[in-house]
């Protein structure tokens, strides 16, 4: 196990009603705020308005950027950086899932430097400063709303990048679970497919942890197994809805990778497939994982997919433990595949051979992934196929 240092400085309003600490929160960081959200499901939903009410209680002027995508693009970063800048901006506001929390990390950070965002992704850019960040959560899925990370796309060069700076962490974030009773049951299913990934990128990690860690993220597994299913069939469920929620936030703000080598294997090769498809992030999840278990699982990594076997999916540890292991990757498929639903191919949600290569090689850096089992371009592409 690995030295570590964790700090979680956000500070979290969990439940229902807690939006009514907005006002008090919010005008510690000043008085010119920029909300910004998606599509505009929280106009229907009435949580723009009761947004818009906390920060006029609050004295806040008021300035807006909505239509940030799913997956967020580094032209919405731009403009609101831009417009930061332009009105002297204090505090940074997202409300909705993960994609317009990640934008707005951007914005914060664009706001404070002279060149355009993109540098941050395309030549690393340091990030020494950026205006403060408050999150109302929408969507459990990314767990955004507690940790430094943001994922940002360009169309233009076909990219889709993630980077973590812990100065980019939301300063609050509100988390009330009948936030999420409007959101549809596909994006209760992929949202779900990136909790449940989010958590075994460190469970099958290259090097040992803490006993108890892994004890919480089987935990954490077992529990996006059985309330998942229960949101979809019950949106308006408290439990159902508020398990998913604390999940996505603890599943990566450091806790559980606190240890162990960052070395994730299917959100690199993810991002390959929606930076040029642009398919929800989750499905493309849930499609990769078990292909990619089929392709790690040897007679040296066999003892943790049977214990992720036997203590998520109640396999029978009596089982020899290649036999457990192959039953917990099968089980693995009939909860993405059939108990949440979603598409088993790529040919389903469109994608062809014509850029496996491509996709394979940028998802490696063109050398090798360092992950739980080490991943060229090769071994990419041939877990690539074996979705199609």
Same mark, same amino acid.
């Not at 990030?127 to 929408?138: C, H, I, K, N, Q």
């Not at 959100?267 to 930076?275: G, Q, R, T």
């Given at each position: 196990?690995?030295?570590?240092?964790?700090?979680?400085?956000?500070?979290?309003?969990?439940?229902?009603?807690?939006?009514?600490?907005?006002?008090?929160?919010?005008?510690?960081?000043?008085?010119?705020?920029?909300?910004?959200?998606?599509?505009?499901?929280?106009?229907?939903?009435?949580?723009?308005?009761?947004?818009?009410?906390?920060?006029?209680?609050?004295?806040?002027?008021?300035?807006?950027?909505?239509?940030?995508?799913?997956?967020?693009?580094?032209?919405?970063?731009?403009?609101?950086?831009?417009?930061?800048?332009?009105?002297?901006?204090?505090?940074?506001?997202?409300?909705?899932?993960?994609?317009?929390?990640?934008?707005?990390?951007?914005?914060?950070?664009?706001?404070?430097?002279?060149?355009?965002?993109?540098?941050?992704?395309?030549?690393?850019?340091?990030?020494?400063?950026?205006?403060?960040?408050?999150?109302?959560?929408?969507?459990?899925?990314?767990?955004?709303?507690?940790?430094?990370?943001?994922?940002?796309?360009?169309?233009?060069?076909?990219?889709?990048?993630?980077?973590?700076?812990?100065?980019?962490?939301?300063?609050?974030?509100?988390?009330?679970?009948?936030?999420?009773?409007?959101?549809?049951?596909?994006?209760?299913?992929?949202?779900?497919?990136?909790?449940?990934?989010?958590?075994?990128?460190?469970?099958?990690?290259?090097?040992?942890?803490?006993?108890?860690?892994?004890?919480?993220?089987?935990?954490?597994?077992?529990?996006?197994?059985?309330?998942?299913?229960?949101?979809?069939?019950?949106?308006?469920?408290?439990?159902?809805?508020?398990?998913?929620?604390?999940?996505?936030?603890?599943?990566? +703000?450091?806790?559980?990778? @606190?240890? *162990?080598?960052?070395?994730?294997?299917?959100? /690199?090769?993810?991002?390959? %497939? &929606? $930076?040029?498809?642009?398919?929800?992030?989750?499905?493309?999840?849930?499609?990769?994982?078990?292909?990619?278990?089929?392709?790690?699982?040897?007679?040296?990594?066999?003892?943790?997919?049977?214990?992720?076997?036997?203590?998520?999916?109640?396999?029978?540890?009596?089982?020899?433990?290649?036999?457990?292991?192959?039953?917990?990757?099968?089980?693995?498929?009939?909860?993405?595949?059939?108990?949440?639903?979603?598409?088993?191919?790529?040919?389903?949600?469109?994608?062809?051979?014509? +850029?496996?290569?491509?996709? @394979?090689? *940028?998802?490696?850096?063109?050398?090798?992934? /360092?992950?739980?089992?080490? %991943? &060229? $371009?090769?071994?990419?592409?041939?877990?690539?196929?074996?979705?199609?």
């Amino acid at each position: 196990m690995k030295n570590f240092v964790y700090s979680v400085p956000t500070k979290v309003y969990f439940g229902e009603n807690q939006l009514k600490n907005l006002h008090t929160e919010i005008a510690a960081f000043g008085k010119k705020v920029l909300l910004t959200y998606g599509g505009g499901s929280i106009k229907k939903s009435g949580l723009y308005d009761a947004v818009k009410a906390e920060l006029d209680k609050a004295g806040m002027t008021v300035f807006e950027l909505s239509g940030i995508e799913p997956n967020p693009r580094i032209s919405s970063v731009r403009k609101g950086a831009e417009l930061c800048k332009k009105e002297g901006i204090d505090v940074l506001l997202a409300v909705g899932g993960g994609s317009t929390i990640d934008a707005t990390k951007w914005m914060a950070a664009g706001a404070c430097v002279d060149h355009d965002p993109w540098e941050f992704f395309s030549r690393w850019a340091p990030v020494e400063r950026a205006l403060p960040v408050v999150s109302v959560l929408t969507l459990a899925a990314t767990g955004s709303e507690m940790n430094g990370g943001g994922v940002i796309s360009n169309p233009k060069t076909q990219d889709k990048i993630g980077r973590v700076e812990s100065i980019l962490r939301p300063k609050v974030s509100f988390l009330d679970p009948t936030a999420t009773y409007s959101v549809s049951r596909y994006q209760t299913a992929c949202g779900s497919a990136d909790i449940f990934s989010h958590i075994l990128e460190v469970y099958f990690a290259p090097d040992k942890g803490l006993d108890m860690v892994d004890g919480f993220m089987e935990s954490m597994l077992r529990s996006v197994v059985k309330y998942a299913p229960i949101a979809m069939a019950e949106p308006c469920n408290y439990e159902a809805r508020a398990n998913l929620m604390w999940e996505s936030s603890w599943a990566i +703000n450091g806790f559980v990778a @606190a240890g *162990k080598s960052h070395a994730w294997s299917c959100h /690199p090769m993810e991002h390959e %497939l &929606s $930076a040029i498809y642009d398919i929800t992030h989750g499905l493309g999840l849930a499609i990769l994982t078990p292909r990619w278990m089929k392709h790690c699982l040897s007679e040296k990594t066999v003892g943790r997919f049977a214990q992720y076997a036997v203590n998520v999916f109640g396999v029978n540890a009596d089982m020899p433990p290649m036999d457990a292991a192959i039953e917990g990757i099968k089980r693995t498929e009939k909860f993405l595949f059939e108990t949440l639903g979603l598409d088993d191919t790529f040919t389903k949600v469109g994608i062809g051979e014509e +850029n496996l290569a491509l996709m @394979a090689n *940028k998802a490696c850096g063109g050398g090798v992934l /360092p992950a739980f089992v080490p %991943l &060229s $371009a090769q071994d990419i592409e041939s877990i690539f196929r074996a979705c199609l």
